[in-house]
């Protein structure tokens, strides 16, 4: 069974641009989380969806959405990108479940984004 | 609010040393707890967990007991190999909500040397 994939792994942008990510889960699993991963503030929540629906949303500005697609695909968007967004961007999906106990987290590799 | 509290790293030892990595947390009612770890250039992959007071989680030699008492998450290997050297991440979700949230420690960067 494939894990979950990101893309693009690498991607470079200047500073007010926007970007998106992609994510695909696991089959099956309709659950998709993000996560920010920097150095400085180490791994941080930015938002679950369910079923194409925002279940959760974490302490970020509102330049970062996301949204889920009916096939359970998520994308992220950040606009109007500033030098500190540099990071490891991170998704994981589960099966539907509560609080991960019963379903634990997948995680991609991430997509490493630079902002310069 | 909820959080996670790992030692400071970087942990150095030879290899087939044993391996303590404290964990503790603070959270409102039961949470699950996990260990994750991170190999250079990926993500993150479940090491073990554990979802209950007394519960232990295991995997690969890795152990962790849930300590309520002590508020506690230790991870620990009686013996550590090179191919251990990793970020290990402990981390909780709060029990009951319907979330997958996971609150993260800061992360102990493991170095096992032949």
């Known amino acids: 069974k494939a894990g979950v994939t990101q893309t693009p792994r690498y991607l470079i942008k200047t500073r007010g641009q926007q970007v998106t990510l992609s994510c695909s889960p696991i089959s099956g699993h309709r659950s998709v989380s993000w996560y920010q991963q920097t150095p400085g503030q180490g791994l941080q929540f930015l938002f679950e969806?369910?079923?194409?629906?925002?279940?959760n949303k974490g302490n970020f500005p509102g330049r970062f959405s996301g949204r889920q697609f009916s096939n359970s695909r998520s994308e992220m968007n950040v606009s109007t990108l500033e030098l500190g967004d540099s990071a490891l961007y991170l998704c994981a999906s589960s099966l539907p479940g509560s609080g991960g106990s019963d379903s634990p987290l997948h995680f991609g590799n991430g997509t490493r984004l630079t902002v310069t | 609010g909820d959080s996670v509290t790992q030692m400071e790293g970087p942990v150095t030892l030879s290899e087939e040393a044993f391996l303590t990595i404290n964990c503790t947390y603070t959270?409102?009612?039961?949470?699950?707890l996990f260990w994750y770890v991170q190999y250079p250039g990926e993500g993150l992959q479940l090491l073990l967990k554990?979802?209950?007071?007394?519960d232990k989680g295991s995997n690969k030699g890795f152990e962790a007991t849930y300590r309520k008492e002590t508020t506690s998450f230790h991870l620990e290997k009686g013996s550590v190999q090179v191919s251990d050297s990793a970020v290990y991440f402990c981390?909780?979700?709060?029990?009951?909500?319907?979330?997958?949230?996971?609150?993260f420690g800061t992360g102990t960067l493991l170095a096992v040397q032949p």
């Open positions: 959270a409102t009612g039961y949470p699950s």
């Open positions: 554990a979802t209950k007071a007394d």
């Open positions: 969806y369910f079923s194409e629906t925002q279940r």
């Open positions: 981390a909780l979700i709060r029990y009951g909500g319907a979330t997958n949230k996971l609150i």
